[in-house]
């Protein structure tokens, strides 16, 4: 089941042309989720893949699939470490911004917006969307887009698509490993 979510709501990081991906899942038994979260890493990071729970939320858990290399290459952006140290991330690595994400997930009652950061959206548009507070944008797909409108369009359709070649490859009874690309 696990699996199946993975693919539904990770397709675009799973193919590389993402570089993370969040999702809410419902768990019973939460040391049962870790070890499958455990096992999905050993296949994963050979493949340059990882997947952390980010905040629990009585049964559910906010869960991020990521690339680290590219999450690397994305907060290396001179706006998003602009952005970053301005709302109070310090570091060098993107190692050390993403724990201090889990701390600001779990101990702020405020959502921190700067999260867009760690899944491939443009920091013009995450900026825009802190200073426009979620208003005045120019158009919603996977984000709310306040930049380069035509190329956010390209990039919903292009993760749309994925997202269904990726369904239908499940359906055929392909494993989330199957669907990697390294």
Known sequence: MLEDILIRHCAPTLAG????????YFYISKK?????IRRLNRLFVPKGLCIVPLQYIQNRVLVYLFRPSSLKEDLANATAKKLLQE?????KQSSQYLNQLIRRLHYYQNFPHEIGLFLSYPPEDVIGFIENQAQNFKCV???KVYGNEQIAQKRFLQ???????????????????????S
């Open 17 to 24: 042309i993402k570089t993370g991906s969040l999702f809410s």
């Open 32 to 36: 049962a989720f870790l070890s499958e």
């Open 87 to 91: 709302t109070g991330y310090h570091g």
């Open 141 to 143: 797909g996977c984000w």
């Open 159 to 181: 993760y749309k698509k994925c997202t269904a070649i990726y369904c239908k490859q499940r359906n055929q009874g392909k494993s989330v490993i199957d669907l990697i690309v």
